[in-house]
C-alpha cells in the first residue's frame, strides 16, 4: 500500500510546469497515451535515473557504489570466508569482530557515494521520488510494482539509506567496544542491514543488474572494434560479454588498489576481494562453456585456438594462486600488516596479468597484429616477464651453486635473503606448479632456521630451480 503524498506547489503556474518538466528529463522518452505494464513503467525510471547519472559523468561513482554493495553481499555469506577466518574453530569460538569492524568501514564509504550521487534535482528541493510519486505511483495505484515494498513517505531514498548507515555505524562502533562479537550479534546487524536495503527500490535494481550498458560500456577502441566487427550474432553477443567481464576484473582489481594505498585499514578491501574472486568464477565458467562454443565454431579460428584454450587453463591456476595461496595467508595468525598489504599487491598483479594476457590473446583471434601495448598502458608481457624471471633464476641458481662449491665464501642468510627478494619481486609471474612448489621450498626453508637440516633442504631446491630454468620461456623465444 503506497502512502502517496500530494505535492502542492503555491508557486507561479508556469514555473510549476517548468520545474515538473525538468525533472522529466530523468526518465526516457516515451508516448504518455500509452499505458505500459508497471515492470516497464518501473524499468523506464531505472534507466532514466542511470542516463542523469551519465549525463552528470558519475558513472564511475555508480560502478563503485553497485561494487560495494555486491561486495557486502559476498562478503556476509562467503562459506569460503568463513572457513578461512574461522579455521578450527567451533561456533562458540567465533569471534566476528572481523566482520563487524570491515562492515563499518564499507558503510562509511557507501555513506559517502550516495551522497555523491543524490545530487540536487531543481531549485525547490523536488526531488527524484517525489516525482515517481506524483507521476507514476498516483496513475497506477492499481498496479503491483515489483521493485517496490511500501513508501511511506516521498523522501529521497538515497538520503534515507544514508542517515539509517550513519546510524548503523554508531551502533557498530559500539558492538566494537565488547571483547568478543558473537555470531548471533554478527547475523543480528546482518539481518538489520538487509531490512534497510529492500527497503530501498532504486539500489535493489541496481543490485540485480547484471549489465548496464552505459556502465559496462567498453571504451578501448581496438576492443570495440574487435566486437563490431564480428559478423556472426552469437560469437559477438559472446564476444562482448566475455571483454566486459575481463574489463569488470580489471577495475575491480584497480579500486581494490585504491583502497589498498588510501585506506590503512587492509580489512577494507576483503570485501572488494571476495567481489573479485565471484568475478574470476564467472568468467571462467563463461569462458568453458558460451565463449569457448562460439570460436570453436568459425573455421577461420581452429588453428589458432590451442593457445587461447592454454591461457584460459592458465587462468583457473592464477585463480587458485589467489584463493588457495595469497588469501588463505592473509589470515594466518603469523602474519603481520607488512605481509598482508603484500599479499594484496600479490592478488592485485595475478588478476591483472591474467586478465590483461586473456584479454589479449582473445583479440589477436580477430586481429593478429593487435598485442597487448595497444590495449594497456605499461604492458608487460608475460613471455617478457618470464625472460627477466629467468635471468633472476639463474643468478639465484648461481649463488646457491657458489655456496656449495666455495664452503664459507657464502653465508646461509645471504642466500635466504636473496630468495626472499625474488619473492618479493618476480615469484607471481611462475606458473601455478612452479610458484606452489617454490613457496613450499620457501617454507621448509624457513623452518630449518639454518640448522643441520638447511643444507640438504637447500640442496632439493636447488634441483628444483635446475627444473624450471629448463622449462621457463629461453631468451630466444
Sequence with gaps: MFLAIKIDFRYNGIMEKKELENIGDFFSKKNETISLPAEKEWENIFSGWIDKIDQEKMMLDLFELKLWLESIEEFNSSPYLENLIFKFQTPTE????????????????????????????DKYFL????????????????????????????????????????????????????????????LAIKKLYHRELLNNPILISLLKKQFIPRMDKIFQPDISGII??????????????FFILAFRILKISNFIELNLNKNKYLDMTIPLILSLKKNMEAIIDFNETSLWESLQTDPNLKNELGAVGAIFKNLKLEFKKICEGELPLYFDS?????????????????????????????????????????IFENYVSRKQKSIEVKKKLVKLHTKIND?????????????FF?????????????????????????????????SIEFEPTLRAFHAFLTRVLKEIVSDKK
Design 127 to 186: 526531488n527524484f521520488e517525489e516525482f515517481i510519486v506524483d507521476k507514476i505511483l498516483e496513475g497506477n495505484m492499481d498496479k503491483q510494482f515489483p521493485n517496490l515494498k511500501e513508501l511511506y513517505s516521498p523522501e529521497s531514498w538515497f538520503y534515507s539509506f544514508r542517515i539509517f548507515l550513519q546510524s548503523f555505524r554508531t551502533l557498530l562502533g559500539e558492538i566494537l567496544r565488547i571483547d568478543i562479537v558473537p555470531q548471533r550479534g554478527y
Design 94 to 121: 567465533r569471534n566476528y569482530e572481523f566482520y563487524v569492524f570491515s562492515l563499518n568501514q564499507v558503510a562509511g564509504r557507501i555513506t559517502s557515494l550516495l551522497k555523491e550521487l543524490d545530487f540536487k534535482k
Design 334 to 374: 603469523e602474519t603481520n600488516k607488512m605481509k598482508k598489504r603484500k599479499m594484496i599487491q600479490n592478488i592485485i598483479v595475478i588478476s591483472e596479468m591474467a586478465m590483461q594476457e586473456m584479454i589479449e590473446s582473445v583479440a589477436r583471434l580477430f586481429k593478429p597484429e593487435i598485442t597487448g601495448s595497444n
Design 403 to 415: 655456496y656449495f662449491s666455495n664452503k664459507g665464501s657464502i653465508a646461509p642468510s645471504e642466500i
Design 228 to 241: 563490431a566487427a564480428c559478423k556472426e550474432k552469437t560469437t559477438r553477443k559472446n564476444l562482448g560479454i
Design 418 to 450: 636473496d630468495i626472499n627478494q625474488f619473492m618479493e619481486t618476480d615469484l607471481n609471474y611462475l606458473l601455478y606448479k612452479d610458484w606452489n612448489e617454490f613457496l613450499s621450498f620457501y617454507d621448509n626453508l624457513s623452518r630449518t632456521n639454518f
